[in-house]
Nanobody, 116 residues
């Protein structure tokens, strides 16, 4: 079992920045693909960015604006979001997907609203 707790959501103006942090209960990042997903009202949940031993992966809509990183010492996975747009408004969820099984875990989500 992996517990994930997100923090850092809020209201920001277009063009602004926010940093989300996901604190995990496990430090064995090697067996998990860590990711950030988002879900806007009326839309499906979509992958925003992921990080694993193989590197990072980003949705086309956030490339060059968002950066995912992990801090093994702190058991955290962060998402730095720059140049935010109104279409980035959504609930953002941290995810841990076991590379060797079907198990995956979700955080409770944090709301990001981009509006003037």
């Amino acid at each position: 079992q992996v517990q994930l707790v997100e923090s850092g959501g809020g209201l920001v103006q277009p063009g602004g920045s926010l940093r989300l942090s996901c604190t995990t209960s496990r430090s064995n990042f090697n067996i998990y693909i860590m990711g950030w997903y988002r879900q806007a009202p009326g839309k499906q949940r979509e992958l925003v960015a992921s990080i694993s031993g193989s590197g990072t992966n980003y949705a086309d809509s956030v490339k060059c604006r968002f950066t995912i990183s992990k801090d093994v010492a702190k058991n955290t996975v962060d998402l730095q979001m720059n140049s935010l747009k109104p279409e980035d408004t959504a609930s953002y969820y941290c995810n841990a997907k076991n590379r060797f099984s079907a198990a995956q875990y979700w955080g409770q989500g944090t709301q990001i609203t981009v509006s003037s």
